[in-house]
């Protein structure tokens, strides 16, 4: 089944938004495979946005999501990758729309809440970089009966 790796960043966690969060993805009917809260080393976030390293707010994105403590998922389902990216919204939370996380909860891009895996590899190379195979589990909820045909 799909997988995808979804952060909550130090907004999210310092607005108290974890609950509200996570709730969304629960109530979608994903499951959460994985979860745990740290706080983020630089090696740790220059590796995850090693793509951006050569842009302009490369720097200022390290520091903001090493500054204080983020919730680390990985949720599963049919389709999770690019339904979490509909469920997160656009990028910059002035434009995403109204029921998106960002659409609902931010103001800027640089405070954007979340983040979630662009694509089915991106996924797969951030649940690699984020945890260990032991701290992920492998179970059906009993929901899924009333959730996939
Ligand atoms: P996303 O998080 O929607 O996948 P991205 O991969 O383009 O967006 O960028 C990663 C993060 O970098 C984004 O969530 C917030 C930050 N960011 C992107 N563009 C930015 C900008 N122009 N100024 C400041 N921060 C930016
Ligand atoms: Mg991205």
């Known amino acids: ?11 999210g966690v310092q607005r108290g938004l974890v609950g509200e969060i ?6 979608k009917g994903f499951t959460l495979v994985g979860l745990k809260s740290l706080s983020v080393s630089r090696e740790l976030a220059e590796e995850h946005y090693d793509v951006h390293k050569e842009r302009p707010f490369f ?6 999501i090493c ?5 680390a998922m990985v949720w599963e389902g049919d389709g999770v990758v690019a339904c979490a990216r509909k469920l997160i919204g ?10 998106t996380i960002r659409g609902d909860f931010g103001v800027s891009v640089g405070r954007n809440l979340i983040h979630g895996s662009d694509a089915i590899e991106t996924a797969q190379k951030e649940i690699n970089l984020w945890f ?18």
């Open 1 to 11: 089944m799909e997988r995808t790796f979804i952060m909550i960043k130090p907004d």
């Open 22 to 27: 996570i709730g969304r993805f629960e109530a």
């Open 59 to 64: 720097g200022g994105l390290v520091d903001f």
């Open 67 to 71: 500054s204080s403590p983020v919730v």
């Open 90 to 99: 656009a990028t910059n939370p002035l434009s995403a729309e109204r029921g």
């Open 132 to 149: 260990s195979e032991k701290e992920l589990l492998s179970w059906e909820p009993t929901v899924n009966a009333w959730l996939y045909e």
